[in-house]
């Protein structure tokens, strides 16, 4: 059977060291919750927020990977003029998502954190942050930080300690609408009042 798809918020940036490439975050859910999957995408830009001209070609993308919803995809559209206003169209299993999101700026440029990739924990928490609590770090480069000065020394569901896993149950409890987003937001970041020893 198959379920609609809803995509909510998204963080759009450069990808360092690859100036026309956007890196494109996103938090998908179909009707029975957060998606956790392999999925088909494809993603095209346009002129107008409905109807209009498309602006270079379709990328699409076999296999998506989602977890909890969250996936993240680099998409090289070539150079274009962001500033005029574009908006990007998305499928999903061919399912057309609406609205288009409107890209109405320069993207913002993000540097690597090291010569190491960040471990997959960090990606998938700055991620998150990034789509519900963008305004708690101001870059993925500052979060990453963040992620990796954090005890692992938690348990899953923990909601107090100084851990990683204190504040993910926090950024997962915001996403699931247990709590406030500001609350889950505040008790998710490096600063949080709750995970704290």
């Avoid at 360092?16 to 830009?45: C, I, K, N, R, W």
């Avoid at 569901?157 to 915001?174: A, E, I, P, V």
């Avoid at 609350?183 to 998710?188: D, L, R, S, T, V």
Wanted: with cysteine; glycine share 10%.
């Amino acid at each position: 059977m198959r379920f609609p798809f809803f995509l909510f918020l998204l963080v759009i940036s450069t990808m360092a060291g690859a100036s026309t490439t956007l890196s494109y975050q996103g938090y998908l859910e179909h009707e029975t919750g957060p998606v956790d999957d392999t999925v088909e995408m494809s993603f095209a830009l346009f002129d107008a927020e409905s109807d209009g001209n498309q602006v270079g070609d379709t990328i699409n993308i076999a296999e998506v990977s989602v977890h909890n919803g969250l996936f993240q995809v680099g998409l090289d559209f070539g150079e274009k003029n962001y500033a005029s206003g574009l908006w990007l169209a998305i499928e999903v299993e061919g399912e057309s998502l609406e609205p288009r999101q409107p890209i109405t700026g320069a993207p913002f440029a993000i540097s690597s954190v090291s010569d190491d990739p960040p471990s997959e924990e960090c990606e998938d928490y700055c991620t998150a942050m990034g789509i519900g609590c963008a305004d708690v770090y101001s870059t993925t480069e500052q979060c990453l930080d963040a992620c990796a000065g954090f005890s692992t020394d938690g348990s899953e569901g923990d909601t107090t300690g100084d851990t990683f896993q204190c504040r993910s149950t926090w950024l997962q409890m915001g996403f699931d609408g247990d709590v406030p987003a500001s609350e889950a937001c505040a008790n998710a970041a490096d600063t949080s009042p709750e995970c704290v020893d």
